[in-house]
Structure formats: structure tokens, C-alpha cells
């Protein structure tokens, strides 16, 4: 055991090394692997407690020279000793294991319908992307994710060997009825929807995350106009009988747009002087512009709090007035930028229905 | 050999015991080392000197009375020790 722990090669170098190895013997020195060289060599292993022992029988008569160092213990001293090369490993096997935990790549199967940069979008969504720590990812909630965005998948696995995830889907086929796609009432998440301009306005930014663009920018678009559709039409990679033409989706994205608002502000013509009882109609006097400006100012801060969503801004501000009897009509254009995008459920098959029934 | 024989033959801790074969030679009870050389190697048990002879001798333990020598054998002779006139070889 000693000897594969740290066994020493020696060299004994001396006249009459018999006579050593003898007393070596009779010490109970283990002396192995002893082999001839010439009359005054001898090649030998020793174990280093041994050699210490056998330089003191040897005394002056004999030369031992430790040729090298071999076994477990020996090599794991060496490395400890290191501590550089110490370093360098665990540097190593942190790299090594912190990169296991990581994701490499996404392979999605199954899917027909719905695009396979759809699928890995709203796997994004859910955070699950080239490079996300693994032990974080919620299995569940991307399951459920993906179920809420593509009503028309009937089963989703998301699983992972090693550092690779594979979602695997299965999409329901092309002839849903109309119940199956629409939204049943206990879960009206799972539902298809378009994006429509809730205001009349000129788009200024727009930007789908899901769905198909149908206006763009500089566009002047109606108030209810689809301006992310929710209905996707596809070309068929394959040539199969049955494959779906289009999908569905719930749209999702962004539309900023500069919508111009009318407004008629009315404000009293002349203030109070600060003159006596006997002369009220004298004090009296016209306001002056600053004043005017400073009222309807006031007023448009005012109705903006009351009418404008929190993130709309006020681009352009133009003041008209027109000076009546007694009162100041201040006619305001106002440009405001603000999102205009409304989520509007898709009725699958209500055109048609109506338009038959017609 | 009968079990008595056998069994002085054990223990009887002064004659050589040898195990040999062409490439390995084990002799047992060995009290000192009395020569090695390149092609021979004489050890002292307690009757007898043994001197095994051949080439390549590699002594791969020496322990405890026990010396285990690998390399072409060629012959091992015996000696008295107290007096020579008589040995015997194999």
C-alpha cells in the first residue's frame, strides 16, 4: 500500500552493494524491483520512510541518488503544492458545470400552422431562450403561456436533456368549428384577438409582437380600423392535402400615434377692478392675453387629466380666440401622442353567418 | 511424504525452500544476501548457500526472508555452509 502511495526509484552506487542490500534485509527495509546494473550499480524502489533508513545504513560507503517520484499521494502533494494548477481546475470545473445549467439551443417540433419564430417568441416570453439558467425556467407557466397564445394547440411537452429543450406540440386540425376556436366562457384568455385603433389619429410607431401589421407609419388610420390583425395567413411549406392555409393568434404589440383633439374653452371677457361701490362698471377691465393663455392652460391640464391616458403627451399646443359680449371663446388644437391600440376579440365565422343570412 | 514429514518439511525454518521456473524463481527462509552479481546471486539460508545463476536477474522483493527473482534461470547450486566437500545441483 505504501509502495502505491510514493515508492522512490533509487540509484546505489558503492563496492559490495550485496553487503547492503543484506543489511537492508535484515533492517526489514522493502527493497523492490532491484535490478543489476554493473558490479557498482544497482537500479532499485524503495518507499521514502525506507530510504531514510537505508541512507543511514548506507553511511558514507555508499552513494543513493532518488532518481524519481511516483504514486497517489506523491502526485496529489505535487498538486497541492500548486496552487495555481489548483486554481486552473476549479476554475475549470466551475466553468464546466455553471455551462451545463445553462440552455444551448430550442428545437421545437410538431408544429403546422403556426410559425416555428412564433412558437420561440412566446417561449422568449415566458423566458425560456438561448442562454437562460435552466434551474429558473417555470415549466408550468411556459406550458400555460403557450397554451393562452395558440388556442389551436391541443398538447404541449416542453422538456430538456441536458443543455437542449424541446418543445413539442400538436396543433388541432385545419376544420375547427367555430365553438372550439371561440372562447368558451370559463376561459375567455384563450382567445384570438385583433388590435384596432381606439381613436382616429396618424401612426406615428407600430409594432407587433404577435400578429400581422396592417397599417403603417405616417398612416392615418379610422378609429376601430384593425391595425394588428390577429388573423395570419401562411403559405404551405410542404405539399400536403389538408395543411393549414392560416392561424390565429392573440395579437400583441404596440401602436403609438399623434391624435389631433378639437376643444372650445369659454372665459370671461373682463375681471374686477379694485375700485369703490359707487364705480363698479368703470373698474371693470378686459383680461389681458398673458391671463387668457394662463386660463386656458389651466383648463387644457384640466381636461387632459380628466380625458388622456397617463403616457399620452401634448406635442402641439394652437390657441384661436375670438372675443364675444361678455365672454372669450378659446378655440384649442391640441396634438397628443398616445397609444391607440385596443385589443377586439376575433368572431371566427360571424362574417360569413351574417352575410348569408343576409 | 506423509503428514509428519510434510509437516517437519513446513517448519523446518533452516533449509532452503525454492519455487522455480524458467522466468521466476521465489527461495523462502533466507537469512542474508551473500553475493549478486550480473549473472549470479548467492543468498545464505541456514544450512546452506544457494546461488542461482542465469541473466536478466531482476530482484522484484526482497522482504521479511523472502526474495523473489524474475529473469532466465539457468541453475541454482547449494552449498554447505560449514564445509564444502559436499553439494549438490540440479
Known sequence: ???????????????????????????????????????????????????????????????????????????????????????????????????????????????????????????????????????????????????????????????????????????????????????????????????????????????????????????????????????????????????????????????????????????ERYVKGSGTKENIVENKHEKSEKQIKEKVNQQIRQWAKEKLPENAQILNKDLNFSYKENIIEVSVTLEVRLQIGEEQEILIGQENSDSSGD | MNLIEEMAYDLDFKEPKIIVSEKLCVIENVDAIVMIGENSLTVETGKKYVTVKGSGFVIKEIFEGRLLIEGTIQGIEFFRTQSADKNRRI
Open chain 1, 1 to 267: 500500500m505504501n509502495f502505491s502511495a510514493h515508492r522512490v526509484q533509487i540509484k546505489i552506487e558503492g563496492f559490495r552493494i550485496d553487503r547492503l542490500l543484506d543489511k537492508a534485509m535484515k533492517c526489514g527495509l522493502d527493497l523492490r524491483s532491484i535490478k543489476m546494473i554493473s558490479e557498482i550499480e544497482v537500479l532499485c524502489w524503495v518507499t521514502p520512510d525506507d530510504l531514510k533508513k537505508l541512507k543511514k545504513a548506507a553511511g558514507a560507503l555508499y552513494k543513493i541518488t532518488e532518481i524519481s517520484h511516483y504514486g497517489v499521494e506523491y502526485r496529489i502533494k505535487k498538486f497541492l503544492k500548486a496552487p495555481i494548477k489548483i486554481i486552473g481546475v476549479i476554475l475549470v470545473l466551475a466553468l464546466v458545470i455553471s455551462q451545463s445549467f445553462f440552455v444551448k439551443t430550442i428545437e421545437v417540433n410538431g408544429y403546422k400552422g403556426i410559425p416555428e419564430t412564433e412558437l420561440r417568441q412566446c417561449l422568449a416570453e415566458s423566458g425560456i431562450r438561448e442562454g437562460t439558467y435552466i434551474p429558473k425556467i417555470d415549466w408550468a407557466e411556459a406550458e400555460s403561456h403557450i397554451y393562452d397564445v395558440f388556442p389551436q394547440i391541443t398538447w404541449v411537452q416542453l422538456v430538456y436533456e441536458g443543455r437542449k429543450i424541446f418543445l413539442n406540440i400538436s396543433e388541432s386540425g385545419n376544420n375547427l368549428s367555430t365553438e372550439e376556436l371561440l372562447p368558451s366562457s370559463a376561459s375567455k384568455d384563450r382567445s384570438y384577438s385583433n388590435i384596432v385603433a381606439n381613436r382616429s389619429g396618424y401612426i406615428e410607431t407600430i409594432s407587433a409582437y404577435r400578429g400581422m401589421i396592417l397599417a403603417e407609419k405616417g398612416d392615418y388610420v379610422e378609429k376601430g380600423q384593425v391595425l394588428i390583425s390577429g388573423y395570419v395567413p401562411i403559405q404551405a411549406t410542404v405539399f400536403e392535402e389538408g395543411w393549414p392555409t392560416e392561424y390565429f393568434v392573440k395579437s400583441k404589440g404596440e401602436i403609438w400615434a399623434r391624435v389631433p383633439y378639437r376643444l372650445t374653452f369659454n372665459q
